[in-house]
């Protein structure tokens, strides 16, 4: 009785959710400094590694083409343990898993397998896969993470008027969120759409979320009912405060992020395509407060793609997708 009552008010107050926050400039981070990684050799068993986490003394690592798609490592030693996850239907296979986690806390990592949600945990070293109820009815969801009370929010599709869509224990779906600005730069939906892509990650509470868009410096946090907490321009080089019209001329902003109770990790490239493919520079480790404050920047001395962070022992561990041999931690202390 409990759950429906807070799942009625949720729905009542989408309307009253509207309330636009003024926007909050920053032109600096607090501190800014630098991260040197050390290289550790790993076997010929990743291929194309996209994200990865950490479970218990496992790091496990998800490679994208592979046909067992998960690879255990021992966070400490980094010695290879063994592959779960096979490509099949089975009850502990996966179709196509996407490589954005659905939630990754100490009580849960769930990922999306289509429309199908599967939780990882391990149990006597060895990894259990178990599908969770799950009220999507969609053949595929973008950007799904779960938020408090089996409250989930994923992308509005590309030509949809409202940014989220909300989907609710029952089943019900709400679109609702406006983008930064409207169409009229770009002449259509699906044009403005694109150039605000953006990925999400949600407090270990979910009671509330953060949105960094990718070719733009903005980023919003918002709570269950959809209302905006924050929203944070920083106007910080290098980078544009409008976002280029030509698909090709837009900075690549934030391509990974990672949250803690306190803290919001993102992995930024801060260059264009032109400026990646030159290798111009390495990417930097930004760290905001739950408030959306920029609170450090790390620049980085090589090229990771996906990392996560292990708050305890400050090390930040990271891989390349080009890279199928190594896996690299920084020291943060």
């Known amino acids: 009785m409990r759950k429906i009552l807070v799942y009625v008010i949720l729905l009542a107050s989408l309307s009253a959710c509207s309330v636009k926050p003024t926007v909050e400039l920053y032109d600096s981070f607090n501190m800014t ?53 096979s490509r099949g239907e089975g009850p502990g ?74 989907i609710y224990p029952d089943g019900e779906l709400k679109k609702w969120g406006i983008y930064p600005e409207g169409i009229e730069r770009f002449g259509n939906l699906l044009s403005r759409n694109q150039a605000y892509s953006k990925i999400k990650i949600a407090h ?7 949105a960094f868009y990718t070719n733009s410096r903005r980023l919003r946090i918002y709570d269950v009912c959809g209302s905006m907490l924050h929203d944070i321009e920083l106007n910080v080089l290098s980078g544009e405060q409008e976002v280029s019209l030509e698909a090709e001329k837009r900075y690549i902003h934030a391509i990974a992020v990672y949250a803690t109770e306190d803290y919001i990790y993102t ?35 090589r090229y990771i793609s996906a990392f996560t962070i292990d708050e305890d022992r400050q ?14 931690t920084f020291n943060m202390k």
């Open 267 to 301: 992995l930024n490239l801060d260059m264009t395509p032109q400026d990646i493919y030159a290798r111009k520079q390495f990417p930097s480790l930004q760290i905001f407060s739950w408030e959306g404050k920029p609170l450090k920047q790390y620049k980085l001395d």
């Open 93 to 166: 296979d996966f179709i196509l898993p996407a490589s954005q986690l659905v939630a990754n806390n100490p009580d849960e990592t769930i990922v999306l397998d289509m429309n199908r949600l599967k939780k990882i945990s391990f149990e006597n070293a060895q990894p259990l896969i178990s599908d969770l109820k799950f009220s999507g009815i969609q053949p595929f969801y973008n950007g799904l993470i779960k938020l408090a009370d089996s409250l989930y929010v994923c992308d509005a599709n590309l030509e949809e008027e409202c940014e989220y869509v909300f």
């Open 204 to 210: 270990p509470s979910g009671k509330y979320f953060a």
């Open 315 to 328: 090390i930040l561990y990271g891989v390349f997708a080009e890279d199928e041999s190594s896996i690299y």
């Open 33 to 85: 400094g630098a991260l040197v990684g050390e290289n550790h050799t790993i076997p010929p068993v990743m291929l194309y590694p996209k994200n990865f986490f950490l479970k218990d003394s496992f790091l496990v690592v998800f490679n994208e083409k592979m046909d067992t798609f998960f690879q255990v490592f021992d966070r400490v030693n980094f010695a290879y343990k063994y592959s779960f996850g």
